[in-house]
């Protein structure tokens, strides 16, 4: 079956540190795979996805995250964390097949510290 | 563009009352979704419409729960009767449907709702 898994449900890192957020996946087809952050009180939005093209996927707010199949890992990283970033991340996966159904991970809560 | 709205924001029922969600996708999205998602947890996909046919109910507790997408636009999620359990932030998303499993889902606010 399935499954993502979120290592680290806080993360906390000083403002204009590293931001790496981890993402592992279990799926035994080509997975589709997405990073969603969602602020306080709001829905989710839409970081970047991998589709099978390029493995470092580029996305908004200066985040990419790189595919690594041997690995089963997607994770999301920022080169230098804004307070603005604290957050909630989410880390989805779906395949072909599955109706476009995504398996959500628990998500990582991002703090920043000044 | 406007982006997908729900209304209302927030709710507080007592139990056995029943509540609605409202959705309206953004506009030529075929694909709409309902999601619970409870507190420190990832969504919950309740049900998810093509147009306006439900293809995939199969998270959604029929006993209580019923959705509607007539005419293939906005939505309803209701429940009936709201039982403790229920107290959650119910997320409507849509997509355009098109890009197979790469199409990308908006969300909306999401309506918090609480039952005391």
């Known amino acids: 079956a399935q499954s993502v898994t979120q290592l680290g449900s806080h993360v906390s890192v000083s403002e204009g540190a590293l931001v790496l957020l981890r993402c592992n996946y279990s799926s035994s087809v080509p997975p589709y795979l997405f990073w969603y952050v969602q602020y306080p009180n709001q829905g989710l939005q839409l970081l970047l996805k991998y589709t099978s093209a390029a493995t470092l996927v580029k996305g908004i707010n200066g985040f990419e995250a790189e595919f690594k199949k041997s690995e089963t890992s997607f994770h999301l990283t920022k080169p230098s964390a804004h307070m603005s970033d604290a957050a909630e991340y989410f880390c989805a996966v779906t395949y072909a097949g599955n109706n476009r159904k995504l398996i959500w991970g628990l998500g990582t809560s991002l703090a920043v510290n000044p | 563009e406007a982006g997908v709205v729900q209304s209302p924001r927030y709710k507080i029922i007592e139990k056995k009352q029943p509540v609605a969600f409202w959705c309206n996708p953004i506009s030529g999205h075929n694909t709409l979704y309902w999601y619970r998602q409870n507190l420190g947890q990832g969504p919950e996909l309740l049900i998810r419409?093509?147009?306006?046919?439900?293809?995939?109910d199969s998270q959604l507790p029929k006993d209580r729960f019923s959705a509607e997408r007539l005419k293939g636009v906005d939505s309803t999620l209701k429940i009936q009767p709201a039982e403790l359990g229920d107290s959650a932030v119910y997320l409507c998303a849509s997509s355009l449907g098109t890009s197979g499993s790469g199409d990308e889902q908006y969300f909306g606010p999401g309506t918090r709702l609480t039952v005391t």
């Open positions: 419409y093509e147009n306006e046919e439900a293809v995939d």
